[in-house]
């Protein structure tokens, strides 16, 4: 069980951290869009380059836009993923030890909804607002498989801890034996970030969709905040499914930062792997086929788990 602690130089840790998977993740996506298009910049003078434009671009405002709603939206994600890392156990150490972790993290996902909606709604803009319906939309596919994604592991600890699921993993990591649910979470955390096949809410057929007002500052916060929610998700996903710090040789800590790293340079691989799906053909394969599979892993772990004690 990671010991609790609490301060401003914790608190200023663990948002380092996060902020340096989330460039890791920019690199590494700026390296494969650079590979993908044949030529230009790639590594790490894509997304310093991105950056510097960004942070010179003057912010743009559309007629009548709810200004106050659309900064909002557009810095929740990083704030959503500000919030998941505090219950992420470190090794030995977490910001936050709830007794509640898991329904604390499935809070703050659906966090999501309202701020990408938000910075659709916000702009006062007819592309803006369709982007932010379309991520609504398969918003309530992914929503309940994800949650019952992490039922699972939390049924096979018999805790909503977060450190307390990852000491159960002792013997077996839970992704071996919990694939389903590995699978409803990834999709869900890949969706969160607006990532991969859940691009179609930033989609060119509608000028960018919920980014199409976005500029300047507003435009990197929100993209910023698409990276460090990856980052977040993968971070998540180590306790949760893949034996938290437990590993040889190297100590707890570094082997849950080898686990989220490797973890999300898998998130930004499938960006270009999966195709873009259309809401409406998410939300039946979510309904029809992804939650009665997840139903069915939860049921085949509450059985293992009953026949355990």
Do not use: C
Not at 10 to 29: K, R
Not at 39 to 48: A, E, I, N, Q, T
Request: proline share 5%; charged share 10%.
């Amino acid at each position: 069980m990671p010991d609790s602690a609490v301060s401003a130089g914790s608190a200023l840790a663990a948002a380092g951290i996060l902020g340096l998977l989330a460039v890791l993740a920019a690199v590494l996506d700026g390296f494969l869009t650079a590979r993908a298009a044949g030529g230009g910049p790639s590594g790490l003078s894509r997304p310093v380059g991105e950056v510097a434009r960004l942070m010179r671009q003057r912010r743009r405002t559309t007629v009548a836009a709810d200004t106050l709603l659309w900064r909002i939206g557009s810095a929740g994600l990083l704030v959503m993923a500000l919030m998941i890392v505090t219950v992420v156990p470190l090794g030995e150490w977490t910001l936050f030890d709830l007794d509640v972790g898991v329904i604390w993290f499935n809070a703050m996902d659906v966090l999501a909804w309202a701020f990408v909606w938000l910075t659709g709604w916000g702009a006062n803009s007819t592309h803006s607002l369709v982007g932010g319906y379309r991520f609504l939309a398969h918003g309530l596919a992914y929503e309940l498989p994800l949650m019952f994604g992490l039922v699972a592991p939390a049924v096979a600890a018999s805790s909503l801890n977060v450190g307390t699921v990852a000491d159960a993993q002792q013997d077996l990591w839970f992704v071996v034996w919990m694939p389903v649910a590995f699978l409803a979470y990834g999709t869900g955390i890949l969706a969160i970030a607006v990532w991969g096949p859940f691009t179609p809410a930033l989609g060119t057929d509608i000028a960018g969709g919920v980014t199409a007002e976005l500029s300047g500052v507003d435009r990197l916060v929100f993209q910023g905040g698409r990276y460090a929610l990856l980052a977040a998700g993968a971070a998540f996903a180590v306790p949760m499914f893949l034996g938290g710090g437990a590993g040889p040789l190297l100590p707890g800590w570094a082997w849950a930062l080898v686990k989220t790293g490797a973890l999300l340079a898998v998130f930004v691989w499938l960006r270009r792997r999966l195709p873009a799906v259309r809401p409406d053909l998410f939300m039946e394969v979510g309904w029809v086929v992804l939650l009665p599979a997840v139903l069915v892993q939860d049921l085949l772990v509450a059985v293992v788990a009953v026949w355990r004690t």
